[in-house]
């Protein structure tokens, strides 16, 4: 099977969830012997020299209201063969992706050229796909415009924070020519321009993180106005899991950690362990739980969430407080002069300190606002037991563990509340009390497989059930 994946931006050079999943599922789906072609903007971080980057003679000219853009392709091949094709226009693409910029009309304008720019490259392109797969509110447009020129093509429509649905007013069909197009009705949904509710009303499949988030789209206020149209699909949601490189996150080969190790000898992450107290100049005291923390990147989360690393720092643990260099936590800089044996900061400065962290921790708090699921996957895949919200996109990868630690695979919170938070990560350290079931919680979060190649798997299986059968 040939698949068209078409993204707003692609990791490496990008970081959006969109940008994680198509490339992350991309090359699993190569393993399974697929021909994949991602399709993205070229931004200005991607070096189209130093990655041998072919430009074609042929370009692309979008005409969107009284603007005729031209885009210049470029085409590669990655190292496990999945072929990428750029289209650049650096006028419209000089800064990189944001998921949250539809509040920004420039920013929805800029993506609607270049999902027209990619809905014409496949209209053009002589070669067969057999399903092609939009991502995100940035290439609705696309999966619409494609849908309409060929309805016999298969498409998928991946929707990620229904927060953002790429919203104009009304009057911006007439101005951007679309307003004549056969598909116009479908691009009007509650008075006003949405990508989002258009592409889901067009696509076969439509795609979300994780099976919890999927039921959800079918309800307010967890559709965010849509809930109508998810109801009004022959098909539901569905929810594929999360993943993770499963060559990256290996702590029995992991060169960045201080001592590999693996479920059968877990000897190796107890050392990690106090490798890590060392370096962020905590006491080596292997008995007591080193309880790893993201901070939250909400302002309006912080107080709370300060609130309940204070509390918790009254019981016999350790607090290493993980914070990206872009998060300012100003509400925490006296904690380390409160608690100087129990608390330590740890910027995300290398990825070698991330994998580090991850394999001395024994849990892994995640704050309410989390939307990035990966390195929870991550600390779950080193033997760090999460303590994360019902919220999280990952389906059936974190569940609620009984009181004797028999079953389960982390510590669940269904509230935001302070206090419901407490209460989760006071369970947690009275599961680390007991060594022997702690273990056996470790050994179940080890031994189960969080890579894209699982991903893939399901992915698949939704891909052929598509293009037999597309609704």
């Known amino acids: 099977m040939h698949i068209l994946c078409v993204s707003p931006d692609i990791a490496p050079y990008g970081a959006s969830p969109a940008a994680k999943v198509s490339s992350g599922l991309s090359h699993a789906l190569r393993h399974l012997n697929h021909d994949v072609t991602l399709l993205s903007p070229l931004y200005p971080s991607i070096n189209a020299k130093a ?25 590669g091949r990655s190292a496990s063969g ?18 949250k910029d539809d509040s920004n009309e420039d920013c929805i304008l800029r993506m609607l050229v270049f999902a027209s720019a990619a809905a014409q490259w496949l209209n053009e392109r002589k070669e067969h796909f057999d399903l092609v797969h939009w991502h995100d509110w940035p290439m609705a447009l696309g999966a619409v415009i494609s849908k309409h020129r060929t309805a016999s093509l298969p498409t998928l429509y ?99 950690i201080a001592f590999p190790y693996d479920v059968s000898d877990l000897s190796g992450k107890v050392r990690c362990k106090t490798a890590i107290q060392s370096l962020y100049a905590l006491p080596l005291r292997t008995e007591v739980p080193l309880l790893v923390a993201l901070m939250p990147s909400l302002e309006a989360s912080k107080p709370s969430f300060v609130e309940v690393l204070i509390a918790l720092l009254r019981n016999d643990v350790q607090i290493l407080l993980m ?89 669940v919170y269904d509230e935001t509340a302070a206090a419901a938070l407490l209460a989760t990560c006071q369970r947690a350290l009275g599961a680390f009390a007991d060594p022997v079931g702690f273990r056996h919680l470790q050994a179940r979060l080890m031994k189960s497989d969080y890579s894209w190649n699982r991903v893939a798997r399901y992915y698949d299986q939704i891909a052929q059930e598509v293009t037999t059968t597309p609704s």
């Open 51 to 75: 990655l041998s980057l072919a430009r074609r003679l042929d370009s692309i000219h979008v005409t969107l209201g009284q603007h005729i853009r031209e885009f210049h392709i470029y085409d």
């Open 82 to 99: 999945v072929t990428t094709v750029f289209l650049d226009n650096r006028s419209l693409f000089e800064r990189p992706y944001d998921p």
């Open 158 to 256: 991946s929707v990620y924070d229904l927060q953002h649905q790429g919203r104009l007013p009304e009057i911006m069909l007439s101005a951007l020519g679309l307003s004549q197009q056969g598909y116009s009705g479908d691009l009007i949904y509650g008075g006003s321009l949405n990508l989002v509710a258009a592409a889901v009303r067009s696509s076969d499949r439509v795609l979300t993180m994780g099976a919890s988030q999927a039921t959800s789209l079918l309800s307010e206020p967890f559709a965010h106005g849509l809930s109508r149209i998810f109801k009004e699909r022959l098909s539901p949601p569905l929810g594929i899991p999360y993943g993770i490189d499963g060559g990256v996150w290996d702590p029995s080969k992991d060169r960045l």
């Open 323 to 411: 914070q990206s260099l872009e998060v300012q936590a100003p509400y925490v800089d006296s904690l380390r002069d409160k608690f100087p044996d129990r608390f330590a900061q740890a910027p995300m400065d290398t990825e070698q300190k991330v994998h580090q962290i991850l394999a001395g921790g024994d849990l892994f708090l995640v704050p309410p606002d989390m939307e990035d699921p990966a390195l929870t996957l991550a600390a779950m895949r080193y033997g760090a037991a999460p303590i994360a919200p019902s919220t999280l996109p990952l389906g059936g990868d974190i569940v609620d563990c009984d009181v004797r630690m028999e079953t389960g695979t982390g510590f």
